[in-house]
């Protein structure tokens, strides 16, 4: 099997699996951050195959969709093994999507350009216009306001406090997406970042306006 092959049926075995996610993680999330991935592995000189496999299986094994994370990457090594992915290129791939996650404070030291653009591409999927759709979204699943001006904003929170903490969407700005713009790894996602970044504190500017009813 080519890689284009492999990666084909990787993205109908992660459309199967995603299909019914309503946190965020759709499909369509893993869709764009793979796109994104692709474009700045493109402008970065990384390995196109390595980024978009690590793209489509980044979410698979995040500790938000599934209770066992260890299954779930045994059944992401049974699938690569099914299509004859190498043991070097799973090994690259397996180091992609255990580091990049956000989690709070666990900012891991990416080994490879691979992984800082997988990285990238998903850290831009959580701002701009995208981003501030797939805050109000979470939120609401999760059953918080969209706003609670009696909440405090939480800094240096534990992973705990970060998933089960009260909060809101749009305290999510200042907890996370206003962060995004300075932990990105490369030029080329630092530009991008910076755009979305203004567009969400035009965003928010408006928001408070209309919230005062001025
Ligand atoms: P990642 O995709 O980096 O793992 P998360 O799983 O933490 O990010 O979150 C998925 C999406 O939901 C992201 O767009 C994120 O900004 C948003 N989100 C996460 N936690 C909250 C929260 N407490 N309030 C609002 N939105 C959230
Ligand atoms: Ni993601």
């Known amino acids: 099997m080519n890689h284009t ?6 993205e109908i075995w992660v459309k199967e699996q995603l299909f019914d996610e309503k946190s965020g ?10 796109n994104q991935a692709i474009v700045l592995a493109n402008k970065e000189q990384a390995d196109l195959f390595i980024v978009t496999m690590a793209s489509l299986l980044h979410d698979i094994a995040d500790d938000k969709l599934i209770e066992n994370e260890e299954k779930a990457l045994n059944s992401i090594k049974e699938w690569l093994d099914s299509i ?30 691979e992984a800082k653009v997988v990285q990238d ?17 979470y939120s609401g699943q999760k059953g918080q ?22 909060s809101s969407a749009v ?38 306006r209309e919230w005062e009813g001025v």
């Open 171 to 208: 305290h999510h700005f200042y907890e996370k997406l206003f962060k995004l713009k300075d932990l990105m790894n490369t030029e080329s996602a630092k530009e991008e970042a910076e755009k979305r970044h203004l567009f969400m504190e035009e965003f928010l500017e408006q928001f408070y």
């Open 121 to 137: 591409a998903d850290r831009l999927d959580a701002i701009g216009a995208i981003g501030i759709a797939r805050a109000f979204t």
């Open 25 to 34: 993680h759709d499909w369509y999330h893993i869709k764009r951050v793979t």
């Open 84 to 113: 004859q992915v190498t043991p070097e290129e799973q090994a690259l791939i397996f180091d992609i999507i255990q580091s990049i996650s956000f989690k709070a404070g666990n900012g891991q030291l990416l080994r490879t350009i």
């Open 145 to 166: 306001a969209m706003y609670d001006p009696t909440i405090a904003v939480r800094d240096n929170m534990t992973l705990e406090e970060y998933r089960n903490g009260k």
């Open 5 to 10: 092959e492999m990666i084909n049926k990787t």
